[in-house]
């Protein structure tokens, strides 16, 4: 009943900025997640945002560079990135959360998912 699209992806130099959006259609009030996934590497929490944009958290790795936020309006979140590095390189994801009863951390609790964006970070 949810579906997810993410852009905003591409290529940047170390240090550079980009910033990803989810556009969902559907109605949702759930809260929502992005996940990230590199070659060879398992998929990763990076971001949560509960549905009324209330309650957000990050990923150790990510604090104080990456702010995700949301507009009910346009069924849109945002996830901005600033300071990029080369580890920062992945597949990013957005997905609705629709598992309650674990954690927002865990991405078995997420019930619908976009195609992916790839964020490069390289020189």
């Known amino acids: 009943q949810v579906q997810l699209v993410e852009s905003g992806g591409g290529l940047v130099q170390p240090g550079g900025s980009l910033r990803l959006s989810c556009a969902a259609s559907?109605?949702?009030?759930?809260?929502l997640g992005w996940f990230r996934q590199a070659p060879g590497k398992e998929r990763e929490f990076v971001a949560y945002i509960s549905w009324s944009g209330g309650t957000t958290d990050y990923a150790d790795s990510v604090k104080g560079r990456f702010t995700i936020s949301r507009d009910n309006a346009k069924n849109t979140v945002y996830l901005q990135m600033d300071s990029l590095k080369p580890d920062d390189s992945a597949v990013y994801f957005c997905?609705?959360?629709?598992?309650?009863?674990?954690?927002?951390?865990?991405?078995?609790?997420?019930?619908?998912w976009g195609q992916g964006t790839q964020v490069t970070v390289s020189s």
């Open positions: 997905a609705v959360r629709t598992i309650y009863f674990g954690t927002y951390h865990e991405s078995s609790n997420y019930g619908y």
């Open positions: 559907g109605r949702t009030s759930s809260s």
